[in-house]
């Protein structure tokens, strides 16, 4: 069998390690944050809520009901950065955090690939690794988790470092960055003790496995002693908010099937079906990885890629209204495959992958035009609403365009900020929060039961659906009913204003006869309860 065809020719000598690591971290990043110049703010799915949180916090006399719960605590990193620079415009220090975001991944990925596979492998490895800059997280608008994750890259490299060659120096090192890591979210930090753990206890003997821990864990304790601190305030819920988390089935796990589809989508960044050629790298990732099964590396060696993937099949994918637990360590499995590439593969395969990198970056940028235009269309209704209005909205639909997230549904931002409206799906729910309600609504008010509300019961069929009952079901409609009408009861009384959005011509007699429609335009519908027609 002949050995494939180089993908291309090796660097030259006189180009630096630190040089070729720039030039990749550069082409990484420019092709993930050109699309940020087309819009204001980029409608990443949660995105808007974290700015609407900041325009709360900003104003606490027009929001009195929420109470701001600190600087110094664990996934606060977006936060202070709004407190910092967000004086001069949200959406402005939203959209900057964003291209952070994407230039601390473009620049960790290949600073790993470099310490852990070598030189010889960035060129290669740069044509697969590029879906982790935009990535799931980022499409999500998980952005603490995502600055996280290439901080963690960055901070195993530190530890290897320290691994071949310990130092104090390295070590109070070692302990800044985690603290740092803690500070912008707790799971990555969790996931690299874990690995670090991992190896020590599996040295060969009690004084190398002594050795390792005091070298590479002793500097991790200050972070993981932070760290028990924030799962204890998510998980250890306060008595009067433990109907909010209840409004939602505490644990869920994937079927053998989303647990396979997770390993593509829960990397790719794509929002739409346009941008599924992700999965080209994904499948050659996979191939080639496997071929190479047998190589091991520091730190990420075949039994700590083996532990990952337990780990993903065994932890649910939410767990005490945390969505996507298992789903974050996704992408912590590819980084481990990505060190197992070859360092040539042929030329078609090269150029395949080199013109899915363009193309995604592409459609991301015709994509962010799309969803800004499904979030003008959202927007619409804002001359409609008074100043401070009680605006509840009901949402039969959480997307218009977007395919892979649902890119609407904290839309209802743009009315906050604007016109400083009441914000019910704000998250505040969790003392882990930015925010957090000083006396909680009734139940059925509070997010994540509201936000989902309109969408699950839109009609008989839906709640017959959710009830796993027959459709034909005679009960179906007086069930429907009664959901609704218990809504309105808690509803109606607390909000002046309706944003609906998407409704179904079948739902359209829910809407109370107090509500009269005041504005109408798409599928966007604004009403105001004693308002005439």
Request: net charge positive; proline share 8%.
């Amino acid at each position: 069998m002949s050995e494939p065809e180089p993908s291309g020719s090796s660097p030259p000598p006189a180009l630096s390690d630190a040089r070729l690591v720039a030039l990749i971290a550069l082409a990484l990043f420019a092709l993930a944050a050109w699309p940020l110049l087309l819009v204001d703010l980029p409608q990443l799915q949660d995105l808007p809520n974290h700015v609407a949180t900041a325009h709360i916090i900003a104003h606490p006399d027009l929001y009195p009901q929420y109470a701001f719960n600190g600087l110094f605590k664990s996934n606060c990193l977006l936060t202070l950065w709004f407190h910092l620079f967000g004086g001069h415009g949200l959406t402005g220090a939203a959209r900057a955090f964003v291209a952070l975001v994407l230039a601390v991944n473009a620049l960790a990925l290949p600073v790993f690939i470099l310490r852990f596979a070598g030189r010889q492998a960035l060129p290669v490895a740069a044509l697969f690794v590029w879906p982790m800059v935009h990535s799931f997280s980022v499409a999500k608008g998980f952005l603490n988790f995502a600055f996280a994750f290439g901080l963690s890259l960055l901070l195993l490299v530190l530890i290897d470092r320290q691994r071949e060659r310990s130092t104090p120096a390295r070590g109070a090192g070692i302990a800044l960055t985690a603290c740092a890591l803690w500070y912008a979210h707790p799971f990555p930090l969790m996931v690299v003790g874990a690995l670090v753990a991992l190896h020590a206890v599996t040295r060969r003997g009690w004084p190398a496995r002594g050795a390792a821990a005091g070298a590479l864990l002793l500097p991790l304790a200050p972070a993981a002693l932070l760290s028990l601190a924030s799962a204890r305030a998510h998980l250890v819920k306060d008595a009067h908010s433990t109907a909010a988390a209840g409004s939602v089935s505490s644990f869920y796990y994937q079927t053998p099937w989303e647990l396979l589809a997770h390993l593509w989508t829960d990397v790719s960044g794509a929002v739409t079906l346009a941008g599924s050629m992700t999965v080209v790298p994904a499948l050659l990732l996979a191939w080639y990885a496997w071929r190479r099964r047998q190589l091991q590396r520091p730190l990420l060696s075949r039994a700590a890629l083996a532990w990952l993937a337990a780990a993903y099949v065994a932890l649910p994918m939410m767990l005490s209204n945390w969505w996507h637990l298992n789903c974050r360590l996704v992408p912590f499995l590819w980084a481990g495959l990505a060190l197992r590439l070859p360092d040539r593969i042929p030329r078609p395969v090269a150029g395949l992958l080199a013109a899915c990198a363009l193309s995604f970056s592409v459609v991301t940028g015709v994509d962010y035009r799309r969803l800004d235009r499904d979030r003008a269309e959202f927007a619409a209704g804002i001359d409609a609403v008074p100043e401070r209005a009680t605006l509840l909205p009901l949402l039969f639909n959480h997307s218009k365009t977007s395919a892979y997230m649902a890119s609407l549904t904290h839309a209802w931002a743009d009315y906050t900020l604007a016109r400083n409206t009441s914000a019910p799906f704000v998250f505040a729910v969790e003392r882990s929060y930015p925010i957090i309600y000083r006396e909680f609504p009734p139940p059925a008010l509070i997010p994540p039961a509201l936000d989902r509300f309109a969408r699950d019961n839109a009609t008989p069929a839906d709640v017959c659906r959710r009830l796993n009952q027959s459709p034909d079901d005679a009960s179906c409609g007086g069930t429907w009913r009664a959901l609704w009408d218990g809504f309105w009861r808690q509803a109606t009384p607390r909000f002046s204003h309706l944003l609906v959005w998407a409704i179904p011509p079948a739902a359209r007699p829910v809407i109370p006869a107090v509500y009269h429609r005041v504005f109408a335009a798409g599928d966007l519908e604004i009403y105001a309860r004693g308002a005439g027609n």
